[in-house]
Structure formats: structure tokens, C-alpha cells
């Protein structure tokens, strides 16, 4: 049982942002703090240099596979794959910062954890936020609160990869250190990730980047407190096109979590590892 559990929140492991909200934006912290960057920050790109502009409505389609497994009390591993397929359409428009809306469209689910019909009742969902010419997406709030919609949250800033102040551009590297609660196996946890990325000239610009993370937190199953410690890496590489639109992202993810329940003195580690790609949807679609 604790197994389905957590498979049902597998998809939103891959990227940082807070948990979806319905309402009106709060006017509290940006959803992609960077608490320690290491690269400065210019107010103005760098002639030659890839930001993020006001783009029309484009559909993306995002795959990925999960696979999770636990060490259970009897010393057995039991494992579990799921797979996702999601369509979503992300638009911004001009300001200081750019209004930015991601609407999904559609999900396709397999294996345990989320039903079609669970799936499907999220479809129309409404994200809007901010965002700055580097990639800072920001006060991220849902239009309507649901399971699958929180799960996927944690995937919308794969949209933006963080670029350097003023811009990415061959040969640049940079760090960050970002600070985030997201939804990561079924539980609510807070991450803290140092992001190290590097950019080349790819029709645009390439960017890969290397991210090591650790999480705390928690929540309830089956009427049980659970406390949630994980570390964790990510790979990246993604490709915008010289305006600052994502064509493509591929990315893997592996993670070590230990599961406590401290009103039985038990723990549960929990190996989780993912695949996943972010590509423009067909056109006609």
C-alpha cells in the first residue's frame, strides 16, 4: 500500500516550484528563489546572448518514466514503473516581468498511483505566474486544485531552464542555488538544489546542466505521520531557439529517500529513478 502511494506521485520529481494553489497569486516569495547565485546579474542581455522573450501559445508534449522501488520490512524490494504522457500550451506576454500561463491540455498515465479518470479531471488546468528574462518563474498559482495537477507542477519550470545574468551565450557557465517546496512522491517537501550548467552554440543555444538536490519534509499515509529525507541528482540538457523558446529538453533523475513513521520506529528506504523528455507537440495537434 505504501508503495502505490508514492508511485501516484511520481511525476512531479523532476524540477523545482511550489505546490499549486487556486486563487490569486499570493504575495509571498518567487516560486524559483535563487538564495546563493553565483553568477551576476545584469539588467541587460549581452549582444549575441539568448533570453526568455513574449512567446504565442505553444504546445508541448512531456514523456516520462519513473521507477520506484522499496525496501520493505521483510528485507524484500518491491518496484514499480509508471509512465506519463502530458500536453501542455505555454504562452507569455510582454511586461517587467512577462505573464506567463501554462494550460494542460491532456494526460495519459500508466502503471499504479493515478487512475485515467483521475487524470482526465484535471484537463483545462490553468497555471499563471511570472517570469524574468532569465528564467524566473515566479508566483506560479493554479486555477483549480487537484492531485495529478500538483504532481505536475513540479515539471513547469522545465520550461525555462535558469540562464545567466544577461544571457546565455557560448561558453558560459554559471551556478545557482535554489530554494523550493514541491510535491515529491506524495509527500510535501522542501528542496534545496545547486544547479551547475554550462551553454554552447546549437542553433540557438544548448544548455547542460548537473543538479544535486536534498529534500525534507513529510506528510500522512493511512492515517500515519511519515517524515520524507532524500537526496538526490539530476542531468539536463536542453536547447532554446535564439528568441528564447524551448525546443527540447532531455533529462534523467535518480534519488535515495528514506521514509520514517515515528509512531512505529519503522523506515522504509525508497530508490526512485526517471527518464524523461519535453518536445513541441505535432503541429495540428
Known amino acids: 500500500m505504501v508503495l502505490a502511494a508514492l508511485a501516484g506521485g511520481g511525476l512531479g520529481c523532476s524540477s523545482s516550484t511550489p505546490p499549486a494553489t487556486a486563487g490569486p497569486a499570493p504575495a ?14 545584469a539588467p541587460a542581455s549581452r549582444r549575441g546572448s539568448v533570453v526568455y522573450q513574449p512567446m504565442a501559445r505553444t504546445t508541448y508534449v512531456i514523456r516520462r518514466q519513473d521507477s520506484v522501488t522499496v525496501q520493505l520490512p521483510n528485507g524484500l524490494p518491491q518496484t514499480q514503473e509508471l509512465t506519463r504522457t502530458v500536453y501542455l500550451a505555454v504562452a507569455s506576454a510582454a511586461g517587467s516581468p512577462m505573464r506567463v500561463s501554462i494550460t494542460l491540455d491532456s494526460v495519459l498515465v500508466g502503471g499504479v498511483g493515478i487512475s485515467q479518470a483521475a487524470a482526465d479531471s484535471a484537463r483545462g488546468t490553468q497555471w499563471t505566474g511570472t517570469l524574468s528574462p532569465e528564467g ?61 550548467s554550462r551553454a554552447a552554440a546549437d542553433n540557438g543555444v544548448r544548455i547542460e546542466s548537473t543538479v544535486a538536490f536534498t529534500r525534507t519534509g513529510g506528510g500522512s499515509q493511512f492515517g500515519q505521520a511519515v517524515e520524507v529525507q532524500a537526496t538526490g541528482t539530476r542531468q539536463l540538457t536542453s536547447r532554446l531557439r535564439p528568441d528564447g523558446v524551448l525546443t527540447e529538453t532531455t533529462g534523467t533523475e535518480s534519488s535515495n529517500m528514506t521514509l520514517t513513521i515515528p509512531a512505529v520506529g519503522q523506515s522504509l528506504p525508497v530508490r526512485q529513478s526517471a527518464s524523461f523528455t519535453v518536445t513541441l507537440a505535432p503541429t495540428g495537434r
Open 136 to 196: 524566473r518563474l515566479s508566483g506560479l498559482t493554479a486555477d483549480r486544485v487537484t492531485a495529478v495537477g500538483q504532481q505536475l507542477s513540479g515539471m513547469l519550470p522545465t520550461f525555462f531552464p535558469t540562464l545567466p545574468g544577461g544571457g546565455a551565450r557560448d561558453g558560459a557557465q554559471w551556478t545557482d542555488t535554489l530554494t523550493d517546496t514541491l510535491r515529491a512522491m506524495a509527500f510535501n517537501v522542501r528542496e534545496t538544489a545547486v544547479v551547475s
Open 28 to 41: 509571498a516569495a518567487p516560486g524559483r528563489a535563487a538564495s546563493t547565485p553565483v553568477a551576476s546579474r
